[in-house]
């Protein structure tokens, strides 16, 4: 995810390792936070595969003044950017916050591509929403279930947990919490879409008008 935003970032122009540092922890931030200690050593690898290049420069531009370097991305370095944009299948646990991270960026790739991102991501939202659904419908069902057998069989219901009503109310309640903050999710990717989509149209429309 670091390598990604720090091409990412370059992508605008040349940042020294500073600006850089101060932006990923700013979008990480609050309380995550990524140390000089574990930045550099990064940077440091990604110049020699490549990606990136430095130049020591001053701040004031005088003779004397303490160097900084100063980062640029390189053609390889574009190209690893546009592999891990396009990248879906990597980290699929942290994707929510990549493809946040992902949108900031929008602006680097075409129309084609964010479109097939964001419908990526749509699925990827209402994977989420069914599977948090079907798991509260199970676990209802399951305490009817174990419920009933310890009326009607209680010797067989023995061994099977039996959660009271305030649990399962917790339990119900927070796993519909999930719901919802993956239906908002949900309906912020749909609304993107329709902008890219408005978006993609009106400029296909304007070239189609100067030919």
Same mark, same amino acid.
């Given at each position: ?5 720090? &091409?990412?970032? !370059? #992508? ?6 500073? *600006? $850089? %540092? ?6 990480? @931030? ?8 574990? &930045?550099?050593? !990064? #940077? ?6 490549? *990606? $990136? %290049? ?6 004031? @531009? ?30 699929? @646990? ?118």
């Amino acid at each position: 995810m670091y390598e990604f935003i720090i &091409l990412a970032q !370059l #992508m605008y122009g040349p940042a020294h390792g500073y *600006l $850089i %540092a101060k932006i990923i922890n700013d979008m990480i @931030g609050p309380y995550a936070r990524l140390s000089y200690g574990r &930045l550099y050593p !990064l #940077m440091a690898k990604m110049e020699q595969n490549g *990606l $990136i %290049a430095a130049e020591s420069k001053a701040p004031g @531009g005088q003779k004397g003044d303490r160097q900084m370097r100063v980062y640029t991305i390189t053609d390889a370095g574009r190209i690893r950017f546009h592999h891990l944009m396009s990248d879906t299948t990597s980290s699929p @646990g942290d994707y929510q916050k990549l493809f946040t991270y992902k949108t900031c960026y929008f602006a680097f790739i075409t129309p084609v591509e964010r479109l097939r991102l964001i419908d990526h991501y749509i699925n990827y939202c209402q994977a989420h929403v069914f599977h948090q659904q079907t798991e509260a419908e199970d676990l209802v069902r399951q305490v009817a279930e174990v419920e009933e057998l310890a009326r009607e069989a209680p010797q067989l219901a023995h061994g099977f947990p039996r959660l009271d009503a305030n649990s399962v109310e917790y339990i119900v309640s927070t796993m519909q919490h999930t719901i919802d903050q993956w239906q908002f999710e949900l309906d912020w990717a749909r609304s993107l879409r329709e902008r890219e989509a408005a978006n993609a149209t009106r400029a296909g429309a304007e070239a189609a008008s100067q030919r």
